[in-house]
């Protein structure tokens, strides 16, 4: 078994802008994203620990360390400004990695 050194990219923020920044990680390169609901506890109270519809969306992209950059770069300057949102990066090891780099 054959282990690829890929990167995680964590966005998780409110749900109006999730689907958009998953389209925009594809435009940019990403092959694909997962999308769930989240909630959490963090520096600026609770968010969505009420049973409902979700406000709080997590967004994540496997992909490779440059492709990751862009991704942050652009989530950052494009939402954080106006948007509840934090992204980070993560080093991941992944079976079949050259799925996750978009051809």
Known sequence: MQLYP????????????MDDIAKEGQQLGASGYTLSEVVGQGSRSARNVIVGASKTMKCEFVVPMDLAEKILKHVSYTYFEHYACIAWLSDVQVVRGEAYVAK
């Open 6 to 17: 890929l990167k995680l990219v964590t966005v998780v923020g409110e749900t109006v802008i």
